[in-house]
Every structure is written in C-alpha cells, then in structure tokens.
C-alpha cells in the first residue's frame, strides 16, 4: 500500500470516528431534552431538571 493510500485510509477513518461522535453527542442532547420535557410536564423544578441533564434553564424553559 502507497502512501497516498494510507493517508486517504486514515483520513477516512478519521472522519468516521468524528461522524461517529457527533451522533453520539446530538443522541445525548436529545435524550436529555425528552427528559427534561417529561420532568417539566410532572411539575419538577426548573432548576433541579437543569441540574439532572445539564441542559440550561434557558433550553428547558423553552420546552413545550
């Protein structure tokens, strides 16, 4: 295998791990929006559901 193309293969690789965890990190937030959305429809406090996901207070009050 050249050069050329182990670098074509590592950069490839490169960027499947970054797609990787850029889906990983956009499930995350998701999750602890549905959350947070479900805490806020139970009447939890604003501020202790901020504390649970790590959303700000701003994003959850935002939630409908």
Avoid: S
Wanted: hydrophobic letters at 35%.
């Amino acid at each position: 295998m050249g050069v050329i193309e182990t670098i074509k293969r590592q950069e490839r690789e490169k960027g499947i791990q970054t797609g990787k965890a850029k889906g990983f990190a956009e499930g995350e937030r998701k999750k602890a929006l549905e959350t947070a959305l479900e805490f806020k429809k139970m009447g939890l406090p604003i501020a202790d559901i901020a504390k649970g996901t790590g959303l700000t207070i701003e994003e959850i009050e935002k939630l409908k």
